[in-house]
């Protein structure tokens, strides 16, 4: 179970009849208790509100504490402006 407020990256797939499909990958921070797989709303750093499919990747899920350093120090840049 990945907890609310957790960092995580979810994948959007979009589909087109005339382009090929396109799956993006949108990281933020999780807005409710969720499983990998599922569908669940994120908050990003810029202050967007996504939805999608958690990623099954598990980059940042298992490197919390190697990756999580990095990305507070993004947003605390963010903050400061």
């Known amino acids: 179970m990945i907890k609310k ?3 995580i990256e ?7 009849a005339n382009y090929p ?3 993006v990958f949108i990281r933020g921070n999780c807005l409710s208790n969720c499983n990998i797989g599922e569908i669940v709303n ?3 750093i810029t202050g967007h509100i ?3 499919i ?3 990747c598990k980059f940042l899920y298992y490197n919390d504490k190697k990756n ?5 120090e993004i947003l605390l840049i ?3 402006k």
């Open 42 to 44: 994120i908050k990003t």
């Open 21 to 23: 499909d396109a799956k």
């Open 54 to 56: 958690v990623s099954k």
């Open 78 to 80: 963010n903050l400061k």
């Open 10 to 16: 979810i994948e959007e797939v979009s589909y087109s």
């Open 50 to 52: 996504m939805s999608g």
């Open 5 to 7: 407020g957790s960092l």
């Open 68 to 72: 999580r350093k990095h990305f507070k």
